[in-house]
T-cell receptor, first 119, second 109 residues
């Protein structure tokens, strides 16, 4: 099946540090990638949607200058949390969807997630 | 009101029993529906898509009721390994996924 690799899986860093998370589709071309955030005992919340070669579309309330998303190729998207603070500590998950066929029933394929802890 | 609502549980169920979850969605324009399973501190994994005619995959059966705007998941002969959080997801016409908060299921031996 389709595989999405997300790296790193766990990050602990000091407040003020910028953290980059990579999301790669390993065996398919991901025309669209999604970035989610999940706080404990809460549902996944979509942060932004990115299509290859174009700017990401951010959800309301998500600061695009703080969460920089780059989708430079059909297999790679990155999320950079700039100047991270303790309130940014969360579980960040990427997902990817390929092209072709009827997109309406295409599920997303998820990365393993990145647990970010800001001290 | 949340767009996708689920009973958070937990549902404590003995091994071998049958358990059912419901999930309601508020956007009548929602087009696709899915059930995902999420283990603690892991990413969600697709369990099954939900089709209008209902669909079955082994011990799992999913149903969609558009008139009442709910979907259901039935698990028969539950196993210890079924313990997880089950997430209900609706997709709108722009393919954006709206997630429920999940229902926690605990299967007891």
């Amino acid at each position: 099946g389709a595989v999405v690799s997300q790296h790193p899986s766990w990050v602990i860093c000091k407040s003020g540090t910028s953290v980059k998370i990579e999301c790669r589709s390993l065996d398919f071309q991901a025309t669209t990638m999604f970035w989610y955030r999940q706080f404990p005992k809460q549902s996944l919340m979509l942060m932004a949607t990115s299509n290859e070669g174009s700017k990401a579309t951010y959800e309301q309330g998500v600061e695009k200058d703080k969460f920089l998303i780059n989708h430079a190729s059909l297999t790679l998207s990155t999320l950079t949390v700039t100047s991270a603070h303790p309130e940014d500590s969360s579980f960040y998950i990427c997902s990817a969807r390929g092209r072709g066929g009827r997109g309406i029933n295409q599920p997303q394929h998820f990365g393993d997630g990145t647990r970010l802890s800001i001290l | 009101r949340k767009e996708v609502e689920q009973d958070p549980g937990p549902f404590n169920v003995p091994e071998g029993a049958t358990v059912a979850f419901n999930c309601t969605y508020s956007n009548s324009a929602s087009q696709s529906f899915f059930w995902y399973r999420q283990d603690c501190r892991k990413e969600p994994k697709l369990l099954m898509s939900v089709y209008s005619s209902g669909n079955e995959d082994g011990r799992f059966t999913a149903q969609l009721n558009r008139a009442s705007q709910y979907i259901s998941l039935l698990i028969r002969d539950s196993k210890l390994s079924d313990s997880a959080t089950y997430l209900c997801v609706a997709s709108d016409s722009n393919y954006q996924l709206i997630w429920g908060a999940g229902t926690k299921l605990i299967i007891k031996p």
